[in-house]
DNA sequence: CCGCGGATCTTCT
DNA sequence: GAAGATCCGCGGA
């Protein structure tokens, strides 16, 4: 997919998009369009996979604790994204959801590449097979270089951004627990595209 | 294909 | 001081 046909076929999301409830908003990032325009580059992958993160209730969200630094951004209005380092060596993208003052989010898990696909490939030399370029959270951020630096960014406006198909189908949705969770683990609230092969874990 | 463990460091207790 | 919303390579089947 040309960076010419990507913005004549998607149109960015706006901010009421993600002004819902989490899982609801999960749910319809099925399908959507990931995009991190860097160094000239137009990286794109359709996001076939994400899992919501509540607040109070889900002991397993980074916001149950409470309103930290790390967290903030959470709390704050919808659109943004949460950028967090896990494991000494890989990021996870989230993506703000929920009105402003009330904690939400969704990570973002697996992407199905479609644009710039050479340029992910040489952020994962590592990696052969297509369906492993971005078949999980640590390995689309590094496929899309997205980084720390994008916490707190505008996701309606700047470089990075979720479009929709003008045209797009509607996508069949299997709902799952989470994955590498040891708390809240029975809630459903895992979403990815049937059979897909990009989706991670299968 | 499957299971296991090491790498590595920020964040919060 | 310990855990963690992960990934990869290794060994065995």
Known sequence: MSPHQLKKQTRRLSRTFFAR???EVARDLLGKLLVHKL???TLAGKIVEAEAYLGDDD???HAARRLTSRTKVLF???GHAYVYFIYGMYECLNLVCEPDGIAGCVL???LEPLAGIEEMQSRRPATHRLRD???GPGKLTLAMGITRALYGCD???GDLQVREFSDADPVEIVTTT???ISVSRDLPLRFYIKDNEFVSAR
């Open 59 to 61: 002991q397993a969200a």
């Open 76 to 78: 704050g209005p919808p």
């Open 133 to 135: 370029l971005a078949s």
């Open 39 to 41: 160094n000239g580059h």
């Open 178 to 180: 989470r994955v590498g």
């Open 108 to 110: 973002i898990r697996a």
């Open 155 to 157: 996701i309606t406006r």
């Open 21 to 23: 409830p989490a899982p």
